[in-house]
C-alpha cells in the first residue's frame, strides 16, 4: 500500500522560504515521478511541479517559476518542494502525489496516489 506523507508545511512572512517533504512507502520509489500540487480556499487545485524517477526531468506550474524547486532523493523515497520569495497568494493545502510512470507530468489525472497535505500560509 502506498502512503506519502507531507511535512514542512507553516506560518511564514512574505518574502521567506518553507521547505515541503513528502516521505513516500509502499513501492519502488524511484520507479516513478512524483508532483506537488496544492489548493487554496475556493480555488481549484493545481499543479505546482513534476519530477521525473531518475530525478532527470522536473517541469514547474507557472506560480512556481522562478521561485520553487523540486527536488528528490531517491535513497531516502523523499521528495521536496523548496519555496523561495514566498506571496501570500502562495497560501494553500500542498499535497504531493504519485504516478505509475517514470515521466514527470504536470497532468493531476495522472497522479493516482495522494498525500493529505500540509498548509502553507504566508502573512503580508
Known amino acids: 500500500q502506498v502512503q506519502l506523507v507531507e511535512s514542512g508545511g507553516g506560518l511564514v512572512q512574505a518574502g521567506g522560504s518553507l521547505r515541503l517533504s513528502c516521505a513516500a512507502s509502499g513501492r519502488t520509489f524511484s520507479s516513478y515521478a512524483m508532483g506537488w500540487f496544492r489548493q487554496a480556499p475556493g480555488k481549484e487545485r493545481e499543479v505546482v511541479a513534476s519530477?521525473?524517477?531518475?530525478?532527470?526531468?522536473?517541469s514547474y506550474g507557472d506560480s512556481a517559476k522562478g521561485r520553487f524547486t523540486i527536488s528528490r532523493d531517491n535513497a531516502k523515497n523523499t521528495v521536496y518542494l523548496h519555496m523561495n520569495s514566498l506571496k501570500p497568494e502562495d497560501t494553500a493545502v500542498y499535497y504531493c502525489?504519485?504516478?505509475?510512470?517514470?515521466?514527470?507530468?504536470?497532468?493531476?489525472?495522472?497522479?493516482?496516489?495522494w498525500g493529505q497535505g500540509t498548509q502553507v500560509t504566508v502573512s503580508s
Open positions: 519530477i521525473s524517477g531518475s530525478a532527470g526531468s522536473t
Open positions: 502525489a504519485q504516478t505509475n510512470s517514470q515521466l514527470s507530468t504536470r497532468i493531476q489525472s495522472l497522479y493516482v496516489y
